[in-house]
Structure formats: structure tokens, C-alpha cells
């Protein structure tokens, strides 16, 4: 309330100036026009020379002061009109700055409560992803340890065969964690993970094969199958080991990533590429005896069973009994390929070596790989395998 009074005041002083101006006009034309209009109505009384020439001085007097005066008039109307408009901008600006003052302060406010709003769905949804990816990372963690049970060492011997049921259930984890993984974009997977579901695919696609032929190619050559579908599955598996084993890879260059790696591309008949893969990994690895085991069965069917991928085969069987002499598939190969080869001498020890250190599956495997046809009716070899039952 304050301040709209000294406002009133200077709204008023422009009014106030002219209104004085105005009047003192008026005035001063009235007293004029009164003078002049008496003596020209009454020029008779004025006969004497002096009065005469007194009314005279005092008309001249009265038109000077009149336009004194009427100057001063314009003087001060001009000021009053410029007062007035200088009022009139400054009310104009005032309200100008107050309007935009409170439009600024209304979007201003506006503003902040949308960010506010904004801040705080951005928050929520926010705590909702952690929450969910959360949970996507402990049933990963889950899915994982429930696939590495199933999983055989990699320096086994021999991978067994399993019963229906368990190839069922590692088949419905795997499913579950490509789902998993599908339906969360942001699950984030260690090299540990990648090089663990590339196992699982690896084994599942071995279990539906025969593990002891040395690659799908030859499962369905020499079984005769022409289950093109039943192929293409397995060897979708196999290319998708693939695929996991080099997300490991991305992340972190390992023997075993690499070892993954070779036996997957091994199955799925890339043989040479397998041998890279094999030969990456005997560089990581101080003792690589079973990389240089399964290099040495890419190097067969790389070379087609002749002489020539053998020989290569026999010479990293060799380099693998030299690292890890108590590792029985090391001599167990080396014993079928010279078996191929019609080398009954050193088929024979080295079959003999494997049996000393696996007995009950060295044999059991010998009794019915084609590898041995050559010799089977060997003596040396019967004895060997006779011993199955004394």
C-alpha cells in the first residue's frame, strides 16, 4: 500500500502543471480581450490626450504581458506533456517489468516442477531397472552353476554318455539363460559366463553323438543318417559354442576360451580354423597336453585320413605324452592312429599305455573302435583286450 502513494503523487503532477497552465491562458485572454473590447466600444471617454495615451501604454503592456505570459503557458504545457508522457513510459515500463517478472517467476516454477516430476520418474525407473537387472544377475549366476554341474572336466578321458533326462535338463537351462539374456539387453556376462554356456552347448551338442568319432561330419558318414534336421541342430549347437567362445574371447584371451573354442570348431568341421585355435592356445598355456591331443584329431580330418595328417597327428600326440605321460587319451589316440596305419608294434604299446592308466575305459573303447580293424585279429591285441575279463 506504501508504494502505490508516492505513484498517485507523480501520476497527479502532470495534470496539476497543466491545469495551471491552461487557467493562467485563459486569464490572461480574458483581461486582454476585456480591455480591448472596452475601448473599442467606448472611444468617446477617452477624450483627453493623456488618458488616451495611458490606455494606449497600458493595451501595449497588456499584449507584452500576454505573450510573456502565453509563452510561459506553452513553456509549462510543454513540460506538462512531456512530464505526462515521461509518466506514461515509466507506468508502462513498470507494468511491463512486473508482467514479465511474474510470467517469468509462473514459467520458472513451472519449469522446475516438470524437472522435478521428471527427476523423479527418471528415479524410479531407474530403481526399477537396478531392481530387475539385479535379479537377472542372480538367476544368471544360478543358471550358470546349474549348467557347470553338468559339464566334464575338460581333461577327461572320455566324455560319457548320460541318460535322457539330464541331456533334457541342460538343454532346459540353456534355453532359460538365452531367454534371460534375450528378455534383459543389460545383463552383463563375464568371460567366465561365455566360456561356461559355450561348454554347455559344446557337451550337449557331444551328447547326442557318438564322442569317441571325432567330429559331426563323420557321426552321420559313418552311421549312414540322413536326418538332415536332426544334423542341422546339432551343428546350430556348435555354432552357437562358437559364437559364445569368442564373447569370451572379447573379453579376456585364455587356454581353455580358446581350447572351447577349437573343440567347438573341431565338431562343426573347421578343421583348420580349429588348428589355429589349438595353436593360440598351446601359446597360453605352460602344460597344453590336451590342446595338442585335439589338435592332433582336427589334423586327421583336416588331411582326410591320409598319411600325411597322421603323421602330424602322431608327432602332437607324442609332444602331449612328453608334458602329461599319465594323461590316457594321449596314448590312447596315438595307439588308433598307428592302428590306421597298419603299425601293429606301436599301436599295440601305446594301447598298452593306456590301459595300464585306464584300464576298464581303454578297453572297453578299444573293443569297438573301427580304428583297430587292421589288427583286431592280432594276438598281441586280443591279449590286450582278453584281459577285459580275467
Not at 9 to 23: E, M, Y
Not at 64 to 69: A, D, L, M, N, V
Not at 116 to 140: C, G, H, T, W
Not at 271 to 290: G, H, M, N, T, W
Request: charged letters at 30%.
Amino acid at each position: 500500500m506504501q508504494n502505490k502513494k508516492p505513484q498517485s503523487k507523480q501520476n497527479n503532477l502532470p495534470t496539476l502543471l497543466l491545469s495551471i497552465a491552461v487557467t493562467l491562458y485563459l486569464l490572461m485572454m480574458a483581461t486582454t480581450f476585456g480591455i480591448s473590447s472596452y475601448l473599442m466600444l467606448n472611444p468617446r471617454g477617452a477624450t483627453q490626450t493623456s488618458v488616451r495615451d495611458d490606455i494606449e501604454k497600458e493595451v501595449d503592456r497588456s499584449y507584452t504581458r500576454f505573450f510573456t505570459q502565453f509563452n510561459f503557458a506553452v513553456f509549462l504545457i510543454g513540460i506538462s506533456v512531456w512530464v505526462l508522457r515521461q509518466s506514461v513510459i515509466n507506468n508502462l515500463q513498470s507494468e511491463l517489468r512486473k508482467q514479465f517478472k511474474e510470467e517469468v517467476e509462473e514459467e520458472f516454477k513451472k519449469e522446475l516442477k516438470n524437472l522435478k516430476e521428471e527427476v523423479e520418474n527418471d528415479f524410479e525407473k531407474d530403481l526399477d531397472n537396478l531392481r530387475s537387472d539385479l535379479a537377472a544377475q542372480r538367476q544368471k549366476d544360478e543358471l550358470i552353476q546349474e549348467i557347470s554341474v553338468f559339464l566334464p572336466s575338460p581333461n577327461s578321458f572320455f566324455q560319457e554318455e548320460i541318460k535322457p533326462e539330464i541331456q533334457e535338463m541342460l538343454t532346459e537351462l540353456i534355453v532359460k539363460l538365452q531367454s534371460l539374456k534375450s528378455g534383459n539387453p543389460r545383463l552383463r556376462l563375464t568371460f567366465e559366463d561365455y566360456t561356461k554356456w559355450g561348454d554347455g552347448l559344446f557337451y550337449l551338442a557331444n551328447y547326442q553323438v557318438l564322442s569317441d568319432y571325432q567330429s559331426i561330419n563323420a557321426w552321420f558318414k559313418r552311421t549312414g543318417s540322413t536326418n538332415h534336421v536332426e544334423e542341422d541342430k546339432i551343428i546350430s549347437q556348435y555354432e552357437e559354442a562358437i559364437l559364445k567362445y569368442e564373447q569370451a574371447i572379447e573379453i579376456k584371451e585364455t587356454y581353455y576360451a580358446y581350447l572351447g573354442l577349437g573343440n567347438a570348431r573341431r565338431m562343426a568341421g573347421e578343421y583348420k580354423k580349429s588348428i589355429d585355435c589349438y595353436d593360440r592356445a598351446i601359446q597360453l598355456e605352460q602344460l597344453p597336453f590336451v590342446a595338442l591331443v585335439n589338435k592332433g584329431l582336427a589334423y586327421r580330418r583336416w588331411y582326410n585320413n591320409e598319411q600325411e595328417g597322421m603323421s602330424r597327428g602322431i608327432k602332437c600326440f607324442e609332444q602331449a605324452t612328453l608334458i602329461a605321460p599319465n594323461y590316457p587319451r594321449a596314448w590312447y589316440n596315438q595307439a588308433c592312429y598307428y592302428a590306421f596305419l597298419g603299425n601293429i608294434e606301436e599301436a599295440v604299446r601305446n594301447l598298452n599305455q593306456a590301459i595300464n592308466l585306464a584300464p576298464s575305459k581303454a578297453r572297453q573303447l578299444a573293443r569297438k573302435d573301427s580304428d583297430f580293424e587292421l589288427i583286431r585279429e592280432r594276438e598281441e591285441f586280443k591279449k590286450l583286450l582278453e584281459e577285459l575279463t580275467a
